[in-house]
Each structure stands twice: as C-alpha cells, then as structure tokens.
C-alpha cells in the first residue's frame, strides 16, 4: 500500500492526492506540491466505546467521516480488508489483497476471530465499493466466488516490487556485510515469509533435512520472517535445532534483497497466496525461485521458476538437489526472472487505478 501510494503521487500531476494518516509518516510519503498527507489523531478517549458501537477501530469508522476534507473528495482508495466508515462517503475503490482467510481450510491458518472481522470487513467493503481492486488473477477470481461479485465490478492491477532495493545490482561487499551479520557461511536456500502454518515452512525444513541426511547438500537453509496469524498453533511444528538451519526475523528491506542475491534460490511452499511478493522480489534480484504450484504463485512467476506439489517435500527435495548441480540451468532462471520481474511496475499498477479512479469520481 505504501509503494502504491508514492506511485500514485508521483503519476497524478493533474489530480490533489490526500493521504490519510493516523501519524506522521517516517519517511514521509511525498513531497510533491499537488499531495497532502492530513494526519488524523486518533480520539484520546472513549475508544473501547466506539469499538463496540461501530463493530471494530473507530479511526476507521468514524475518525475519517469527521474530516473536513472527507465530504469534498471526490474518490476514496482503501484497503479492502479494513473497516469501513460509516456513511456513504465518496464512491471508494477497495483493493483485496487476498482471501486466505475465506478458504475451506481457513481456520488451520487463522483464528476465528480474526477470519470474522476480516470476512465482515472485506464483505461491506467490496459489495459496497463502485470499483474493487484485485492484485492478481487468482485473487479476482476468488472475490467473485466468495462474495458473488460480476467481473465487470473487478479490475486486476498487480502488485510491483521496489526497484531501487529489489535489483541485481548489489555491491558485493554489502552482501558480504549482511551474510556476516547472519554468520552465513557457503551457499543457501532463502525462505521469506511470516512463519504461520499456510506458509508450509515444515515442508521446505522436511525437504532440506532429506538433503541432509545424505549428505547431498553443502547449503544451509535461510528462514527470514517474523510470526505470523497462528504461528503458535499446533500445525506450525517447531523448527529443529539444526546448525545449518538459521532463523532472522529483524533483517531491512535492503539486507533482505542482500540475501535474495546470494542465494542458490528462494522457496516459496505456501498453500496459498494472494500475490506471492517475495518471488517477485527474487526474480527482480536475479535469484531462481522454486514455488509451490498453489494461489497466485504460478501466475507472478510465469515460466521463471520450477513447481512442486506443496504437499509432496520429497518433490521438493528433489529440485533443490537438482539445482544445486545444474549451473546452467541456474542461469537461465536468472535470466527468466530478470525478464519476468520487468514486465511488473508500480507506475503501471498506479496508472491504471488511476484509470479506474476517473471512471468512477
């Protein structure tokens, strides 16, 4: 949402782009002169009151309707999964994310609460939007299925990466740095991601210990991310105490692009994704990914990664066996996903909402 929100600013020269915000923001989002970021503090009181008369966060239901700025807008963009404010307000564009919170198997994944509110809130949202927004094609098609929405209500704008810390173009010595820091020594498998059970991390660690167990593999397994929703249920089983297994949660954004580039691949496992960013991030970096043949994975990817069954960890461990001797086949992945990663662009992603932002105002 963040990068989306400075492309939007840098590519709506004839429009007055209004961000709101519950603090000042770090870094500031623009400096453009047709921008504003218009800070609304939350209410100092009575906060556990409003919560239950408006069913969730009072900034969102009725901190923005007390704007000034509010009645004079002409279109509204927010998050679909948030709470909506009450009123009819200006005609919105609700962007959806994903719906792993709606799938059958939901609640191995999510708690209760949470796939409730989520459900309530995205519902209200996208029946109640003039236009939604969807990041891919799986995500649209989800929407459609679950809250019965025509296609015509639907646009698909993908998500993008940063191209300014997501490159192939790292000083080695600051990958270096960053795999010091680690003490990461010899070649890698990364994995990015919150650790939560719909991420399948037990598959990839099932997949590395095969490799390991006959000794078929110098590598080490990378797994980048903090908790997630259910990170302590009783699906997400315990990482093992394996040297060769190694564990960050408090890398930046720049250390994490460090560690794409450095790695043999980066896998994705997960049951299920909306996007799938991370890949796109490796791709972007010249990094080969292994992705599960799941959600919207297939769709980012395209032809610059290799597929496996999310189920299957000895499919897995078979690919990461293989690629760690195929060198050519390495590179023409990297070289697949270099091409891959550029055809995804926020400017083209805020162009087209901005499209959709004229339809409706």
């Known amino acids: 949402m963040r990068s989306l929100a400075r492309s939007l600013a840098q590519n709506c020269h004839d429009h007055h782009l209004v961000y ?9 989002l623009s400096g453009l002169p047709n921008v504003e970021a ?55 564009v609700a962007i959806v994310h994903d719906l792993a919170f709606m799938r059958v198997d939901a609640e ?9 509110h989520l459900d309530r809130w995205t519902a209200e949202s996208v029946h109640s939007a003039a236009k939604v927004m969807a990041v891919s094609m799986t995500t649209a098609a989800d929407t459609m299925r679950v809250y019965g929405l025509p296609e015509s209500k639907i646009v698909v704008l993908p998500n993008a990466h940063d191209s300014s810390v997501f490159h192939s173009n790292i000083p080695s010595c600051k990958i270096r740095a960053t795999l010091a820091e680690l003490n990461l020594q010899g070649p890698y498998f990364l994995h990015v991601g919150a650790a939560q059970p719909r ?27 903090g908790k ?20 960050s949660s408090s890398m930046s954004n720049q250390q994490v692009a460090h560690l794409m580039v450095g790695a043999d691949a980066l896998i994705m496992a997960g049951f299920y ?23 919207a994975l297939p769709e980012v990817v395209g032809d610059a990664g290799i ?55």
């Not at 078929?216 to 980048?224: M, R, W, Y």
């Not at 690919?319 to 891959?340: F, H, N, V, Y």
């Open 20 to 28: 709101f915000l519950d603090s000042e923001p770090i870094p500031p």
């Open 199 to 225: 991420k399948n991390i037990p598959a990839i660690i099932q997949a590395f210990q095969r490799l390991l167990s006959h000794d078929q593999i110098a590598h080490s397994l990378v797994l980048l991310g």
């Open 307 to 361: 597929y496996f069954d999310p189920n299957d960890p000895s499919e897995l461990a078979t690919i990461m066996d293989s690629l760690t001797k195929d060198e050519p086949l390495r590179r023409a992945l990297a070289r697949r996903g270099l091409a891959r990663a550029r055809t995804f662009s926020w400017d083209t992603t805020a162009r087209g909402l901005l499209d959709v932002i004229k339809e409706i105002a």
């Open 228 to 247: 997630g929703w259910n990170s302590a249920h009783e699906t997400m089983e315990p990482i093992p105490e394996i040297s060769r297994i190694i564990q």
């Open 273 to 295: 994704e909306g996007f799938g960013l991370p890949a796109l991030e490796a791709m972007a970096c010249g990094t080969p990914v292994i992705a599960a043949r799941a959600g």
């Open 38 to 92: 218009k800070v609304l503090r939350p209410f100092p009181m009575m906060n556990t009151l409003l919560t239950r008369l408006g069913g969730a966060d009072p900034w969102y239901r009725y901190r923005l309707r007390l704007s000034r700025t509010w009645n004079s807008l002409d279109a509204f963009i927010c998050n679909a999964h948030e709470p909506v404010p009450v009123g009819a307000g200006p005609p919105r």
């Open 108 to 116: 191995r994944y999510f708690p209760h609460e949470v796939i409730r």
